[in-house]
């Protein structure tokens, strides 16, 4: 069957699968892998190693971080620390701008952290944060997965963004530059003022009741006051900081040291995101021992081993994600997509953005999406005169949209939040595509003043 056909066919069934019969996340994306490769003829044989080695790649990249991470991130939510943290963002920025606060939490945070570690660090904040205020929970989910995918997919040193600014060649320094200058109005557009709105309209419970809960949680200053028996709003963002900060010190280290010097190699053994994410797990085990476990003859380790059970379901989503993204990826769904946009005569920067938008949708990959396209567009660009900056960062924009159940990063607020599918399309799809546009037309005006601007050439 035509790969385009096929990949239709198994969308529909996906779709179908989750929305309409409510079948497993895992089970769902594992058998439509399963139909893609059949309606496409692989050999069954070749389809048992794309299978394995899906799940396995996904394994090794983002595994680890999904453990540590999330017992990490269970630890500061169990313990009270990310509630206290939540009446300190409140306190702070005050009750009309807590979207603020978590959407440019997670843009900040994204730079230097990968997406998956940075939303499993930061989701209780979402839990923390909706208990205090009575607000949505898609809102809160919204203004914080808009930050963290924009800067993830637009704002090197992310690998993906890197990576492209080195094939394109453009200038890695002015390439981040105006990344966070592309991302910075889509956050504060589709995270921010689109959360806030998401949280006025659509049904609630109880319209009354959750306002004068609301109310008074908000007028009443003892609520927000810190309470002595949680960890400390300081303790708690000094926690979260830690792995951040190793993070970000071997990103520098690695950019203006020499790859022998003694310290670029130290740090880049303990900036690496799995081994700042475990010492981090093991710090706050530590210190937050007794919140976590008030019987002192009981271990912090029965709580990790208790804690770490937890993780299979979102292991099994993620990892059975990832064999139907490589999957659509053998079957030469990319191609097969690159073939037919080229034939429509589009402009090449346009060619770029939709491209990189499409792909990412069907392989489930901003990364893969990346590279595929800026090695099909780049060269083209490049040898018309285009800025490299500017069509790499269309590349990179188009990435962040159509957030669908071929990504990975879809499900994480699905489980880590509870959403529905329907919640989580909402949550996800919706405001990315909307911030994807929105990043582009930010590139398109940097385009037309191209020749004046530094750094572009």
């Known amino acids: 069957m035509n790969v385009l056909a096929a990949f239709a066919i198994t969308m529909a069934v996906l779709l179908a699968s989750l929305i309409v019969f409510k079948v497993s996340p895992g089970v769902s994306l594992f058998l439509c892998a399963i139909l893609m490769s059949l309606l496409c003829g692989l050999p069954l044989t070749e389809t048992l190693g794309h299978l394995t080695s899906g799940f396995g790649s996904i394994m090794t ?34 009750k009309k701008h807590d979207m603020l606060a978590l ?3 997670g843009f900040i945070i994204s730079i230097p952290v990968y997406f998956g570690s940075a939303y499993i660090t930061l989701n209780p904040l979402v839990s923390s944060l909706q208990k205090l205020t009575k607000k949505k929970t898609t809102a809160y989910v919204t203004a914080l997965f808009t930050g963290l995918l924009l800067t993830h997919c ?65 007028s009443d200053g003892e609520l927000l006051k810190a309470d002595p028996s949680k960890p400390s709003a300081g303790l708690t963002l000094a926690l979260i900081a830690f792995p951040i900060i190793l993070i970000i010190i071997n990103s520098v280290c690695s950019v203006v040291l020499p790859a022998e010097h003694g310290l670029n190699l130290v740090f880049g053994f303990l900036g690496n995101n799995n081994v700042a994410l475990f010492a981090a797990m093991l710090l706050s085990g530590v210190v937050l021992h007794k919140y976590l476990v008030p019987n002192v003859s009981e271990s912090i380790w029965k709580y990790i081993d208790k804690t770490s059970d937890s993780m299979g379901n979102i292991l099994m989503v993620i990892g059975c994600g990832n064999c139907f993204g490589t999957i659509l990826q053998k079957s030469g769904l990319g191609e097969a997509l690159v073939s037919l946009l080229s034939r429509m005569n589009i402009p090449v920067i346009f060619l770029a953005f939709l491209l990189a938008m499409i792909i990412r949708a069907a392989v489930g990959s901003a990364t893969v999406a990346m590279l595929t396209t800026v090695s099909i567009v780049g060269p083209t660009a490049v040898a018309m005169g285009l800025s490299p900056v500017t069509v790499g960062l269309a590349v990179c924009v188009g990435t962040v949209g159509l957030t669908l159940p071929t990504d990975a990063a879809f499900w994480m607020p699905a489980r880590y939040s509870n959403l529905t599918v329907n919640e989580a399309f909402a949550s996800t799809t919706w405001p990315t595509t909307a911030a994807s546009i929105t990043g582009f037309v930010v590139v398109l005006i940097l385009n037309a003043f191209s020749g004046v601007l530094p750094g572009m050439f």
């Open 154 to 218: 637009v704002v090197a040193p992310t690998p993906g963004p890197l990576a492209v600014a080195g094939q394109i060649g453009a200038n890695v320094g002015w390439f981040i530059i105006y990344g966070i200058i592309v991302a910075l109005p889509a956050s504060l557009l589709c995270g921010w003022q689109y959360a806030n709105f998401m949280n006025r309209t659509g049904p609630k419970v109880d319209v009354e009741e959750s306002r004068r809960q609301r109310q008074e949680l908000l």
């Open 61 to 94: 990249s983002i595994g680890l971080l999904i453990i540590f991470g999330g017992i990490f991130g269970m630890m500061l939510g169990d313990s009270g620390g990310m509630e206290e943290m939540a009446k300190g963002l409140l306190r702070t920025f005050g």
């Open 103 to 105: 959407n440019m939490a």
